[in-house]
Each structure stands twice: as structure tokens, then as C-alpha cells.
């Protein structure tokens, strides 16, 4: 769940990205997973869907291998941008919490490291790179 502003913009990394509609300090927490709004998905539940949902899910989440579960962010969350040298960092993969590593000015783009977040990624490299 987000706990800054913020919104989908075009981004010159990758598709859209999310920005900060404010300036947050270093050391804020910017997402935590919430039950509430982020979703969790076994292997199971994913198979059984049809396979355009299967592929949005699979772009739009990441994989926590020792879990088993993909852990969709259900808001802008979803749209962090994957950076070598990101401007966040995360405390785990999928359940934990992402803070500015940084002072971020409003209008800043959020990005962070796709391979400290999702092991499908630090497993299989970028698939989109």
C-alpha cells in the first residue's frame, strides 16, 4: 500500500511510472504490503485464470519463491520502475517495506531494485530488458 501521494505518469525508464505528487525526507516509508489492499496469489489461483489475467499478474507482481505466492500491489505500488540505482530500497521481498533512500522531491519518479523485490527477477534476470 502507498503511503505517500503520488501519481501514473509516462516514464523515460519503462511504460508508466509512478512520481511523488509531494517531497518526502529519507528514511520514509514510502510501501508497505497490506492484506487490505495488496493481493496474494498461489500457483493454483493463478493457473486457473485466463491467460490475459495470468500475464498481468505475472508483469504487475512479484514472486516470493520461498512463499509460493505472487503478492500483487493493488494500487500505484505496481508501477515503481526498475532501476541499477534506485532511489528506494526494499527491507524484503514482496511483504516487506520500501523507504526513500534519499530526501525525493515531489515529482521525482519512484524506482527500485527489481532484484532485491522479486526472486522471479533476481533468479531469471530482467525479462524486459
Known amino acids: 500500500m502507498m503511503l505517500v501521494r503520488t501519481e501514473l505518469k509516462p516514464s523515460s525508464i519503462h511504460g508508466l511510472g509512478v512520481f511523488l505528487t509531494e517531497s518526502v525526507m529519507a528514511g520514509t516509508v514510502i510501501w508497505r504490503f497490506d492484506s487490505r489492499i495488496d493481493r496474494v496469489y498461489s500457483a493454483d489461483e493463478i493457473s486457473s485464470l485466463p491467460s490475459i489475467t495470468r ?11 520461498a512463499a509460493q505466492v505472487w503478492v500483487l500491489c493493488g494500487d500505484n505500488g505496481r508501477h515503481f520502475n526498475h532501476s541499477n540505482s534506485p532511489n528506494t530500497i526494499s527491507d524484503g521481498i514482496a511483504f516487506g517495506q520500501d523507504v526513500a533512500l534519499t530526501d525525493l522531491p515531489s515529482g521525482c519518479e519512484l524506482t527500485s531494485d527489481y532484484t532485491t523485490i522479486c526472486d522471479a527477477v533476481r533468479l531469471n534476470g530482467l525479462a524486459f530488458a
Open 55 to 65: 500475464d498481468f499478474i505475472e508483469t504487475y507482481s512479484t514472486w516470493h519463491s
